[in-house]
């Protein structure tokens, strides 16, 4: 009979665990998404003191200073992304969303580079599950907007969604019409 209890145990046990119930985050970008930023910069900071050239550990702390609000810190791990490799999806997030917040003239620098690298349409591009293309996007368009560089956020918005081909970014109507496209940029 005591067999039976442990093999039901046993397999009550192997049930939740294959459901996800135990399964513990991977990596930093794990408890990102999951909304835990502390846990997320010791998993960063473990990963990159075990290796200073992973770049996802970098901008993992980058964006994780960033989320924490301690810009200098995160500045730190944005230059270091481009020390290991500037034309990274990590590297060109990393220092996208720092100019978003801390440096609007560099923005349209980062999402330019952004849309060469990884092409404007690529729908479904993630960042280890977290950062969607489409957030990359909202991100950069928003900032390029901001900039008052209404005719590029413009060309990219006719690219990636069903925005009309006759707008005038000469009129503030067509404009406002613009800035409701990248608002609704699902992230």
């Known amino acids: 009979m005591e067999n039976h209890k442990l093999i039901a145990f046993l397999t009550i046990v192997l049930l939740l665990s294959g459901c996800g119930l135990f399964n513990s985050p991977q990596t930093g970008w794990d408890y990102i998404y999951q909304d835990d ?4 910069l010791t998993m960063f900071q473990n990963a990159y003191n075990e290796n200073t050239h992973d770049i996802k550990a970098v901008s993992g702390l980058a964006y994780t200073y960033l989320l924490l609000q301690e810009e200098d ?10 020390e290991v490799d500037s034309t990274s999806k990590y ?26 690298t990884f092409a404007v349409s690529n729908i479904g591009f993630y960042i280890d599950s977290t950062i969607s293309n489409g957030s ?4 950069g368009l928003s900032g390029e907007f901001l900039l008052e560089e209404y005719d590029y956020a413009y060309s990219i918005m006719q690219q990636i969604s069903s925005i009309s081909d006759s707008l005038n970014m000469n009129l503030q109507t067509d404009k406002a019409i613009l800035w409701d496209y990248i608002s609704r940029i699902a992230e």
């Open 73 to 82: 810190s995160s500045w730190i791990y944005v230059e270091k992304c481009s």
């Open 37 to 40: 930023p502390v846990s997320a």
């Open 91 to 116: 590297t060109i997030f990393s220092s996208l969303i720092y100019s978003r917040f801390y440096s609007l003239e560099q923005t349209d620098r980062w999402y330019r580079k952004y849309i060469s």
């Open 136 to 139: 990359m996007n909202k991100i």
